[in-house]
């Protein structure tokens, strides 16, 4: 069973950098895509980045030359590097993956972890 635990959330202020780590295990596949999606109160879930097995990402426009997705696959590992932080980037960070990246929807996963709030203060 796919378990994703993520930590590093917390409340910084704008400008402000976080770095979040999800821990991976259980994942039997030799192919991936991994991500990370967020999701504010009262908003749709965004899809921030994802990462595939081949080590190609993607970024929400909102987040590009901000924020860098990576992995460390020794020791199963996702990050996401969140520099020059908004008041806007407050919201509950999940940690997901899949066997393949959906290339039309960002946020598409099959597994989640729970979850790791991120508060910008102005």
């Known amino acids: 069973q796919v378990q994703l635990v993520e930590s590093g959330g917390g409340s910084v202020q704008a400008g402000g950098s976080l770095r979040l780590s999800c821990a991976a295990s259980?994942?039997?596949?030799?192919?991936?895509?991994m991500g990370w999606v967020r999701q504010a109160p009262g908003t749709e879930r965004e899809g921030v980045a994802t990462?595939?097995?081949?080590?190609?990402?993607t970024y929400a426009d909102s987040v590009k030359g901000r924020f860098t997705i990576s992995i460390d696959n020794a020791k199963n590992t996702l990050y996401l590097q969140m520099n020059s932080l908004k008041p806007e980037d407050t919201a509950m960070y999940y940690c997901?993956?899949?066997?393949?990246?959906?290339?039309?929807?960002?946020?598409?996963?099959?597994?989640w972890g729970q979850g790791t709030q991120v508060t910008v203060s102005s």
């Open positions: 997901a993956a899949d066997r393949w990246c959906n290339r039309y929807d960002r946020a598409d996963f099959g597994y």
């Open positions: 259980g994942y039997t596949y030799s192919s991936y895509c």
């Open positions: 990462i595939d097995s081949d080590g190609s990402t």
